[in-house]
């Protein structure tokens, strides 16, 4: 009952937790003033698209059919602006004709000023309605920005002016849409990257220590070489999508000074961005790097660029002669667009200025107190939890006599659960004075976390409230002490699971999930064969006095007679656990 009860358990947690993931839904509200998708590429310079209207005059109050049409596209941005000044607000608001296919934004706080997309569906046709303000100027202009692929968009698309009927003809010459900035002259580099000037010229953060790219495909390498009043960057590693690195304050993503190299077929872009929170990477201007350069060969991405070390104008560019926390990621890029990186960035494990003395440093995948959370809690659900139960369950008879005044078995069960115990409250705590509090983003772990710590708590406060042996009360204690026991198990055993894939302890896959199952697979097997054993022995014996069986327990004389054969299995059940332990916390030490 106890194994079957613990394998459905553990399988039914395991199985139903999963995953969500997010896709485009139009709330490009950040946009409004610029009408430029953060992507990252250069608009494209023909439209395809166009906008027409119901009327060409309007009056104050008035509502007006726009339709924008054309081959098939993915997302818009649509507004009205005085027709005299494009680069004003937004003129206006709008009214839905099918909220399916388009929705209100939000833009200068004022609700309604602009309409996007609901989705990344494709569509050839938008129909909405413009009301017209009373203080409306007297021309009107539309624009649209519409995405038809990642890469693929048109900025600022300009429609027809509309006028109201006592204004002076539109005669000003219509306003250009700004092209964007030239994009600075990109290179290819020669020659790889050389580790040889670190700690000497340059600054480096390296993966693993000491590697250099020059020798070895799978060193992810950083490196920063003041020149003057510049800095020259070189970044490296093993990725078939990007490479970025980011300058921080503190260990968390957000209001961070970022830098990617994104691959899209045989061609690296190179593109500045700020993070915001732990969201997808705003991409700025290209205008503040110079030299910039890139190489793929042999599955290595490379690329380098020089920006000053003081960027007074540009928003968002960290002054370089500052001391940061450095990240260094990697993940997979799909046309263009970037994805979450493929594992916890490395992240210094302290502030650097990289324009001072040149250093070699490194960093970890994971910092000290969650590798110290994993650790303590594998080392509790994966050893003395199940040496402890599987002592209770199997071996009383085994190791009956006294030992300081109470039966041996009772005596190892009692410290090896309060072992337990301990190390889960202090790994419990360990999080929360990492994070500062309550972590949002760890999904379902640290909901299971709690309710697995008060179950840990709980167990040895029923225990010292244990009735005597033959008191009437026993049997409920026994069936209470053996139920709150196997859900706490079970639920560590769903939190293990869950937590390994967390950014913090990211442990390398696929193989941590199959030695987890692999965990389990041997815990389950070895009660199995105990209480097939403990099965057969027991029905040589003729139970004469039902009275006497309790719950939980055997005390057949033919029990005894397997000793021998509960100690091997015991022996070499504790020899696979340590090897399990051994296997997570040898992963957990390397992040």
């Known amino acids: 009952m106890a194994v079957l009860g613990f394998t459905l358990g553990t399988f039914v947690f395991v199985l139903l937790i999963s995953s969500v993931a997010n896709y485009p839904t139009g709330e490009v509200g950040r946009s409004c003033h610029g009408m430029v998708p953060e992507h990252g590429h250069t608009a494209r310079p023909d439209p395809v698209h166009n906008i027409s209207v119901s009327q060409v005059t309007f009056r104050p109050g008035d509502q007006i059919e726009v339709t924008l049409s054309g081959q098939p596209f993915r997302g818009f941005l649509l507004e009205a602006r005085a027709a005299e000044d494009l680069s004003g607000p937004p003129i206006g ?24 997309h609901t989705s990344s569906s494709k569509k050839t046709k938008i129909k909405v309605y413009w009301n017209a303000p009373s ?11 519409v995405v038809e692929k990642y890469k693929i968009y048109w900025v600022k698309i300009p429609g027809p002016v509309i006028s ?15 092209p964007l900035s030239t994009l600075p002259p990109v290179s290819h580099l020669t020659k790889s990257f050389s580790a040889s000037d670190c700690g000497n010229k340059k600054f480096c953060v390296r993966s693993p220590v000491n590697c250099d790219p020059e020798k070895e ?24 999508g990007y490479l970025s690195f980011a300058l921080s304050h503190d260990r968390w993503m957000g209001d961070d000074d970022a830098y990617l190299c994104i691959r899209e077929d045989q061609t690296v872009h190179i593109q500045p961005s700020h993070l915001m929170g732990r969201s997808h990477p705003v991409m700025d201007s290209r205008d503040t790097l110079e030299d910039l350069a890139w190489r793929l060969a042999d599955g290595v991405m490379q690329c380098s660029f020089r920006r000053n070390i003081t960027l007074p104008g540009a928003k968002n560019r960290f002054d370089l002669n500052t001391s940061y926390y450095i990240f260094l990621a990697d993940g997979a890029a ?5 994805y979450k990186h493929s594992q916890q960035p490395l992240i210094t494990y302290e502030k650097h200025n990289v324009t001072d003395d040149p250093k070699s440093v490194g960093g970890s995948h994971s910092l000290f107190l969650l590798k110290a959370h994993g650790a303590l809690m594998f080392v509790a659900w994966m050893t003395t939890v199940s040496i402890g139960v599987l002592t209770a ?3 009383k008879s085994v190791w009956s006599k006294a030992f300081f005044g109470q039966a041996a078995w009772f005596q190892v069960h009692r410290a090896l659960m309060f072992t337990t115990t301990t190390l889960t409250c202090i790994a419990f705590v360990l999080p929360f004075v990492y994070r500062g509090g309550w972590s949002s983003y760890a999904g379902y772990h640290p909901y299971l976390g709690c309710i697995v710590t008060i179950l840990a708590v709980l167990q040895p406060l029923l225990a010292a409230f244990r009735p005597p042996l033959h008191d009437p009360r026993r049997q409920m204690f026994n069936w209470t002490h053996w139920s709150v026991g ?21 442990l390398p896959g696929p193989w941590k999930t199959y030695a ?30 039902d009275a006497r069986i309790q719950i939980l327990e055997s005390f057949t004389v033919a029990e005894a007679e397997g000793h021998a054969f509960k100690k091997v299995v015991f022996a070499v059940y504790i020899c696979g656990n340590v090897t399990f332990l051994i296997i997570f916390l040898s992963a957990i030490n390397q992040l």
């Open 334 to 338: 799909d046309d263009g667009r970037i």
């Open 516 to 545: 987890m199952i692999g965990f389990v697979a041997w815990h389950v097997g070895t009660e199995i064969v105990l209480e097939m054993h403990a099965y057969r022995l027991s029905r040589k014996v003729e139970i004469l006095d």
């Open 486 to 506: 196997t859900a706490a198990r079970i639920i560590a055993v769903a939190a293990m699971f869950l937590g390994m894939d967390l950014p913090g302890l990211d």
């Open 164 to 178: 109201q009927p006592n204004a002076l003809p539109f005669t000003t010459p219509e306003a250009t849409v700004a």
């Open 393 to 395: 369950r199997f071996f």
């Open 93 to 116: 608001s709008f009214t839905l004709i099918d909220s399916q296919v388009s929705q209100l934004l939000t833009c200068e706080d004022v609700q309604g000023y602009a309409v996007s």
């Open 217 to 240: 495909h799978a060193c992810f390498f950083l490196s920063f070489t003041r020149d003057d009043q510049s800095v020259v960057v070189e970044m490296s590693g093993p990725s078939k």
């Open 135 to 145: 203080n409306a100027p007297n021309h009107v202009k539309f624009l649209v920005t």
